[in-house]
């Protein structure tokens, strides 16, 4: 486990704050940085007029590489930060099933989609494939099937597709602050 340098967020604007604040390193060897990743994933959610629960969760899926401070090079020395869960940590609370969940079968779902989709395998990044290797790497086929029976998988799947695609250099998209209100309305 990593240390946190965020033991709590207690509020809708304390999760704005956060990736305001926070999200400006690089996203792990990709050209755009972690807020611009999380705000693309969430444009792109909104554009396919998909619920307000799933543009949250595009929008957090990766609040947890905010969440600890052992860098943007993490993967290379072996180490997977485990960052769904440290989202789910400490969001879990504040947020519905229909939000966290996505989140938590996030990196599920890629391998998930490695094995299922060669095409999808072939296509992922060199940061993304050696991440992959971290995670556990493809899913066997029955891991697979027990993964797509279970609930929110779908749309773990989806938010995942976002994850994929929020990687557009310079892409003019709407700040956190659009986001505020749906995160209001979802927070318990
Ligand atoms: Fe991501």
């Not at 290379?76 to 939000?99: F, K, N």
């Not at 992959?132 to 597709?161: H, K, N, Y």
């Amino acid at each position: 486990m990593v240390d946190l340098v965020e033991p709590t967020l207690q509020s809708p604007e304390a999760v704005i704050q956060l990736l305001s604040a926070r999200g400006g390193d690089s996203y792990f060897g990709e050209p755009v940085t972690v807020l611009e990743h999380c705000l693309q994933a969430a444009h792109f959610a909104t554009a396919d007029a998909r619920s307000p629960e799933l543009i949250v969760a595009a929008l957090l899926h990766d609040v947890g590489h905010l969440l600890h401070d052992s860098g943007e090079d993490v993967a290379d020395h072996g180490i997977d930060t485990r960052h769904e869960e440290l989202a789910v940590y400490l969001l879990g609370q504040h947020l519905p099933p229909s939000v966290i969940e996505p989140i938590r079968l996030h990196v599920a779902a890629k391998r998930y989609l490695c094995a299922a989709d060669p095409a999808y395998l072939a296509q992922l990044s060199p940061s993304s494939l050696l991440s992959l290797s971290l995670q556990g790497g493809p899913m066997a086929p029955a891991e697979a099937a027990t993964f797509l029976a279970g609930p929110f998988a779908l749309d773990a799947v989806i938010l995942r597709r976002y994850d994929d695609d929020a990687k557009i250099e310079g892409l003019n998209v709407p700040g956190p602050e659009a986001y505020l209100d749906h995160l209001k309305a979802l927070w318990l």
